[in-house]
């Protein structure tokens, strides 16, 4: 049973997609990103004169940090999907080779049957040899 369950998970799952390649960038973007708090006055190399001299977006600091913690835990989570997988596939492999292992028949002499005949032979001939020295010990007392 577990071996079917092993299969079908292994069936529906394939390596992770890969992580979204960086943006190109854009023309006329910002060349690094600057970091400034209310009230302060906007970072010189913005400046051309009174205008503001390339493209950007401000974005809140905690969203910020909420995107940096979304990207932590998606790579995290990449990694132990990679990391599932490989070990899943590890595990069928194993499962695959033990379960053809235990699909070859036996040797005849090995199979239950064959031992019950190796058995009745066993005791037949036992049997035999015994009665035979019964019969020569008989008749050398005589």
């Given at each position: 049973?577990?071996?079917?369950?092993?299969?079908?998970?292994?069936?529906?799952?394939?390596?992770?997609?890969?992580?979204?390649?960086?943006?190109?960038?854009?023309?006329?973007?910002?060349?690094?990103?600057?970091?400034?708090?209310?009230?302060?006055?906007?970072?010189?190399?913005?400046?051309?004169g009174?205008?503001?001299?390339?493209?950007?977006?401000v974005i809140?600091?905690s969203?910020?940090?909420?995107?940096?913690?979304?990207?932590?835990?998606?790579?995290?989570?990449?990694?132990?999907y990679?990391?599932?997988?490989?070990?899943l596939e590890?595990?069928?492999?194993?499962?695959?080779?033990?379960?053809?292992?235990?699909?070859?028949?036996?040797?005849?002499?090995?199979?239950?049957?064959g031992?019950?005949w190796?058995?009745?032979?066993?005791?037949?001939?036992l049997?035999?040899?015994?009665?035979?020295?019964?019969?020569?010990?008989?008749?050398s007392?005589?």
């Amino acid at each position: 049973m577990k071996f079917i369950l092993l299969l079908s998970a292994i069936s529906t799952a394939a390596e992770p997609p890969p992580l979204p390649e960086p943006s190109s960038p854009v023309l006329g973007q910002c060349s690094k990103s600057y970091a400034f708090e209310e009230g302060d006055e906007v970072p010189a190399p913005l400046l051309d004169g009174r205008v503001i001299s390339c493209s950007g977006v401000v974005i809140p600091t905690s969203k910020v940090a909420d995107l940096l913690k979304q990207s932590a835990y998606a790579k995290d989570l990449h990694e132990r999907y990679k990391l599932d997988t490989s070990d899943l596939e590890s595990r069928v492999t194993l499962l695959e080779a033990e379960n053809e292992r235990l699909r070859q028949k036996p040797v005849w002499v090995k199979s239950p049957s064959g031992q019950r005949w190796i058995g009745r032979v066993e005791v037949a001939l036992l049997a035999s040899v015994t009665a035979t020295t019964a019969i020569y010990i008989s008749k050398s007392v005589e």
